[in-house]
């Protein structure tokens, strides 16, 4: 087994407009006394929340509930979509929808194409559980239990963030940190901090069974994004893409869904040819002819 990390030097670059300008800083992994002191901190916040009517999680589970925010339907819906994301893993790794394997016979086969419906469908429905979680998550930020303990884990952060040498803290205070909080050095002690203590795993994402088996057969790219056989991005249906998810053709040309070209701004070009029967094209190169006239007088 890995031994875990107690302290970590990390690299931040300060200004994302200037790659160069950075600095390195040590974060440690909180000791006994710093844990004992930042759970105090966070009792007494939790403490302040109940007196201040801050609501609890079970308070806010009841509310939601009352007010049909989060009711019965929604817990069933969770429920089933973990249910349908672990029947289709079993199926894409198995061959089987109930998880069946069938011992001591040959693997059973499947084309590559419909393992990787199923891979897409697990994605579609994990981003489906996402987005039904979402409000109840942002919702449950502001309760007791939350605001404790994030005032618990700013407490941490401020009091493990050294320079490199290890011989100085980043932040003069709580306080301090908290002034401070939007800037780099803090997001990536913080980030840095919670894979150490919580083995928050920054590849998550990676890890997922459906984005392991798109990656062991090359069909997305490092950043998990779909790509073809020649590596470029494409969209489910393999429309061809760019980072902004622009539609393009072969050359990197953008088009719309139906391959019409169209500028750099998103407009389409024109296609036809327009037969001047208003006089508008003879208007105006008599005008540029005068334009012409003027300027050679003057020079």
């Known amino acids: ?79 089933q979509i973990a249910q349908e994301l672990s029947a289709l893993e079993k199926r894409l790794y198995l061959g089987d929808k109930d998880g069946n394997v069938k011992r001591g016979g040959r693997k059973k086969r499947m084309k590559l194409s419909e393992a990787k419906t199923i891979a897409l469908e697990m994605r579609t429905k994990r981003a489906e559980l996402r987005d039904l979680l979402a409000e109840k998550i942002t919702l449950e930020t502001n309760t007791a239990e939350s605001l404790s303990e994030n005032a618990k884990f700013d407490y941490i952060v401020a009091n493990c963030t050294f320079t490199e040498d290890g011989t100085r803290k980043i932040y003069a205070s709580i306080e301090d940190y908290e002034k401070r909080a939007e800037d780099p050095i803090a997001f990536n002690a913080a980030a840095t901090l919670a894979e150490m203590m919580y083995s928050v795993n920054k590849d998550f994402e990676a890890k997922l069974p459906e984005n392991k088996f798109l990656s062991r057969f090359k069909l997305v790219n490092e950043d998990l994004s779909l790509v073809n056989k020649e590596g470029q991005t494409v969209d489910t249906k393999g429309n061809i893409i760019n980072d902004l998810g622009h539609y393009l053709d072969a050359e990197g040309n953008r088009i719309d869904l139906n391959g019409n070209p169209l500028d750099e701004d998103g407009n389409y070009e024109f296609a036809i040819q327009f037969d001047d029967d208003l006089g508008v094209e003879e208007e105006a190169a008599e005008k540029a002819e005068k334009v012409e006239e003027t300027e050679d007088t003057e020079s």
């Open 1 to 79: 087994m890995a031994k875990k990390e107690t302290q970590k030097v990390i690299e931040i670059v300060l200004d994302d407009s200037n790659p160069d300008q950075k600095t390195k800083v040590l974060v440690k992994k909180p000791s006994n006394r710093v844990q004992s002191e930042a759970a105090r901190i966070g009792a007494l916040v939790w403490t302040k929340c109940i007196k201040d009517g801050v609501m609890t999680k079970q308070e806010l589970d009841a509310f939601m509930k009352e007010k049909g925010i989060w009711g019965d339907d929604k817990e069933k819906r969770k429920e």
